[in-house]
């Protein structure tokens, strides 16, 4: 085993024992959060070592990398989410790349991979993303906004709104995150009140490497996590 091998599985490791314990004190099975391992700013050797070691989920902020990343043959295995803004002029060449699409942001955006998923015969996993910090510089929903949205969703057949997103502020630490992630599962239970039939809002992402102990408390059903895998290896 290279020592960047060693080092990833070590990161693995460690991150995947912090999900179990901080489910287990929360009272929730580990088996129902997911890893997601973002790659954004990392190499190709890099992102097909966390492959090798088991993250099957790799996430990607940009689509143009996420396009890149792909195409590459050593990482033909992997299952893509796409967890940063999505331009609708990019949509296309991103869908039938993709698993889920974590941030939608718009009905505009919503009826661009409706109408494209459905002229590709597919049908794609998508949550919307929501603002809870109030954050002017970060993308999202407004949360009164999210169930103005709700009434406009059944006739989106070709895309499955399975869940919501957000990210914590970024200043604050532990209470203002609690908070953010708080805001986001009442959010969730008061919507699926509303929800139109074939609408299930099951999935949470929230929680990143300096906070995911925080989302898992608060109901965090997908995590994205980068930092803390690539602990101690340098980037090529």
């Known amino acids: 085993m290279s020592d960047l091998e060693q080092r990833i599985a070590e990161n ?34 890099e992102t097909a070592t966390l492959l090798a070691a088991g993250c099957q989920t790799l996430g990607e902020s940009r689509p143009q990398q996420l396009w890149e990343k792909a195409a590459e043959p050593a990482l033909a295995e992997a299952r893509w989410h796409l967890i940063g803004h999505l331009q609708r002029n990019k949509v296309r060449r ?42 002017p510089e970060k993308h999202g929903l407004a949360p009164d906004d999210l169930l103005r949205l709700l009434p406009e969703l059944p006739p989106l057949k070709h895309v499955e709104v399975c869940g919501l997103m957000t990210m914590a502020a970024r200043e604050g630490g532990e209470s203002v995150a ?24 099951t999935e949470l992402s929230m929680g990143m490497s300096h906070d995911f102990e925080v989302a898992i408390r608060a109901g965090a059903t997908l995590l994205r996590i980068g930092s803390l895998l690539l602990e101690g290896v340098r980037a090529s």
């Open 12 to 45: 693995l490791s460690s991150v995947r024992d912090r999900i179990t314990r901080a489910a287990e004190k929360a009272g929730r099975s580990p088996g129902e959060i997911q890893l997601i391992a973002v790659t954004k700013y990392v190499g190709l050797r």
């Open 94 to 135: 991103t869908l039938p790349l993709v698993d889920m699409i974590h941030s939608i942001d718009s009905l505009r955006l919503l009826k661009t991979i409706n109408e494209i998923s459905g002229e590709l015969g597919k049908r794609k996993r998508v949550l919307l993303e929501v603002n809870c910090s109030g954050e």
């Open 178 to 201: 609690t908070k953010n992630f708080t805001l986001l599962r009442q959010l969730r239970d008061q919507a699926e009140q509303e929800c139109p039939p074939g609408v299930t809002l």
